[in-house]
């Protein structure tokens, strides 16, 4: 029988998840102690005021208006950072990962932006960094990646890894409202970060996925390198005829990688997802995460991907894993080893070109009502070599301007950017088209 | 820096899916070494008959025609056990524990027959009993449920988990073909076990909910304390009625536990799973899994549930796991305290009586067609106290037969089994009413 440790469990940040996890982990904390054979302690939590008034109701003496109080108490090995923000939040971690310890956060922003230098922090001080809760919310995407599907090799991860996106697409497409209207009501219900760029122009996303394409393919994917694309150019309109094609609308991060020639790529952008797939059946809040893989085939998961419960729920999943390596004095998660074998995995990877990313397309054309106008629209197309599959036309009454929207064959990123420079070109042509990309997988 | 360990991995059973893992481990050989700081190595692998042609070329003298030599071998430290059967299966086992070395397998019928044993043998001789892949194929179920939402307690589990029920209900609805048409097609794809009563009535998928149901709540289920249904009773006719009333049949394994009475239920059955959730919409092998967390809320988990490479990619992963125990000297999985805290939460649960079970029910009743049957057959549901919400009563063109199909409003199965009797006593009903569960999860 090992000596049983005390593990003391430290907040930096408070708020609605801090809370959550403070609450639930306290409810279960004699089931895990017995079932971890460590004993639990919550000595200190951070907090911006003191005095506020809070919905879970913690022992006097804990709470100080220091983090780096938090960070330094001999007494806390589990450092939670979830304060956000990406300036003082990595102060805190990396004064935390070089005493040793280990941080357990939800911060992708953080991640994106100074991942690199943590995890060297990591790699030479000892510590530990844990962040499951980091993307999709409840759903354990990480632990699946890096062991439950740890046999195989993914050539393509789809996922809608943003609720607030996938809340306002899905009720603009249920209600028949506009983008305007959803967004202001998302906002009053709280469910849009405060620089709401964040969320509507796909970064959120994107950090998301640039974790999970690190993990993945051990390569760091700089937003110079990726397509991210947000949500704001896309209406009601493009909705109709999205369904009208076979497909849904859907903000999704995409990664794919190819083994043979190593071109990886990472991507957010809004695309057609035909009608049968799940992740077209995904709505509201809910995240989603399809996994190709070499040896399992098609994994998907789906779960709740925001709130204060989600987030909570893998939160202490990285603090029973946590515990378990303080436990055992051995981590098994983001080892210095790991590490140095994801760099060594990222050594193959190369970012595709543009003229490797294929895919179907859509377009939104906004044209002038003339006679001959679609002949000059379709020879754009012929002469790039594009083939349409399918288009929709119609007329606005009372203006003189007609809509032109299309679903093409694969191609290339490279070739669409010039048939969308062409057609912009024309003067028939009122604005630049919209230019969507449709998912369909190869393996289904 | 430890010292590197080389870990020998035998098998006991060479036939696809151990082919599978060997192949797949053989592939990735170097990365999993350099990511995991250790050697592997396949000392010694246990087959029927060593002369056979196989679709992986093994290095010469590794091949034995004796089990035990593999469980006895020094340099074996990970048995994967993957002959299948519950007699020598379990003797080769239960010596490899009392060896203390790590047993990895699929093989769901024997835990189900000798889990506790086997359990008590990992807690007496400190082995380790690794089964991911007993389990609905490639989905990282166990995994999930015990360490990606460990911070919750799960009212309800309900899962897709026989694949080919999935597929021979799937094809039927599809194309419009009889259950022996498609069950004949099934088997002569090799799809249905041998037994084919595991597969049809029910029993697999019975297996994989009680090892879940051990893991969730600590209770050992058997088939005396729990409703086990195939899908044989299940007609092409039912599938329509059942798409008119807004629903799509499916098998499924369905755990429930009422936290405030301690009642759990565990069953299998073909249920009526309305059509806009995700689980009516998950067809041929594929399985998937419902979770509903307290904190973590809804989880869903889709992926491949049976074939050579979904198996092999649980069975590496655990293989992972297994390696990563062995290297730091310490399992995470199911280790003697484990086992223990698992009892005592296991020790608040009872079974709950068929009063407590409820569900809104689907019938299918064939009458004499006679005026004023269904005057007689609707008294049995007022006296009974049951609401009906659907029906649809059909004829039979040129048989003096009819037919009422209904859906009730939710009411227990200790009412609708004196419904079904009662209906089944009435000289005009026919046969023995057939009885359906409707799946309405109340979380969503």
């Known amino acids: 029988m090992k000596e049983q440790k005390t593990i003391g469990i430290g907040f930096i940040g408070f708020g609605t998840v801090g809370q959550g996890v403070w609450k639930h982990l306290n409810a279960q904390r004699e089931t895990l102690e017995a079932r971890l054979g460590v004993k639990i302690s919550f000595p200190r939590i951070a907090v911006k005021n003191i005095n506020r008034k809070r919905d879970v109701v913690v022992p006097a003496g804990v709470l100080t208006d220091d983090p780096m109080s938090v960070v330094n108490d001999p007494a806390v090995t589990i450092v939670c950072e979830l304060m ?8 805190y971690t990396l004064a ?5 310890k280990v941080v357990v956060t939800a911060n992708k922003a953080l991640i994106y932006k100074s991942g690199r230098e943590l995890f060297d922090a990591v790699s030479k001080f000892g ?3 844990y962040f499951e809760a980091s993307v999709a919310g409840a759903i354990p995407i990480i632990k699946t990646l890096r062991e439950g599907l740890v046999a195989n090799r993914f050539a393509s991860i789809a996922g809608i890894i943003n609720g607030t996106c996938n809340y306002i697409l899905s009720r603009m497409e249920a209600e028949g409202k506009s983008y305007e209207e959803i967004l202001e009501d998302a906002k009053s219900l709280g469910y849009v970060e405060q620089d709401d760029s964040l969320d509507l122009d796909g ?3 994107f950090h998301k996925a640039v974790i ?5 393919h051990g390569k760091w994917v700089s937003e110079d390198d990726a397509l991210v ?3 704001r150019q896309v209406t009601l309109e493009d909705m109709h005829r999205a369904r009208d094609f076979g497909y849904r609308i859907k903000l999704i991060g995409m990664i794919r990688r190819d083994f043979k020639t190593g071109a990886m790529s990472v991507g957010v952008y809004p695309a057609l997802i035909p009608l049968d797939k799940t992740l077209a059946r995904v709505d509201g809040v809910y995240n989603a995460i399809k996994l190709s893989g070499d040896v399992a085939g098609t994994t998907i998961l789906i779960g709740r991907g925001a709130g204060r419960d989600a987030t909570s729920s893998a939160v202490i999943s990285d603090i029973v894993d946590a515990m378990i390596g303080i436990r055992d004095n051995a981590h098994k998660f983001l080892t210095k080893q790991d590490l140095e074998a994801c760099k ?3 050594e193959s990877a190369r970012m595709a070109t543009m003229d490797e990313i294929c895919s179907k397309f859509y377009l939104r054309i906004s044209v002038v009502d003339e006679p001959g106008i679609l002949v000059g629209v379709y020879n754009v197309f012929a002469q790039n070599n594009v083939s349409i599959a399918r288009v929709i036309t119609y007329e606005h009454p009372g203006e003189r301007r007609g809509t032109v929207t299309m679903a093409t064959y694969p191609t290339s990123e490279a070739i669409m950017e010039k048939v969308t420079a062409e057609l912009e070109a024309l003067p028939q042509v009122r604005t630049k088209p919209l230019l969507l990309r449709i998912y369909e997988s190869t393996r289904e």
Chains 1, 2 share one sequence.
Do not use: C
């Open 96 to 100: 935390a990962l070089k005493l040793g």
């Open 229 to 231: 694309e947000g949500i």
């Open 84 to 91: 956000g923000g990406t300036e003082e939040a990595k102060d």
């Open 212 to 216: 999970l394409a690190f993990l993945a």
């Open 344 to 346: 060594r995995l990222g």
């Open 127 to 129: 510590g530990h960094y």
């Open 203 to 205: 970064w959120d996303a």
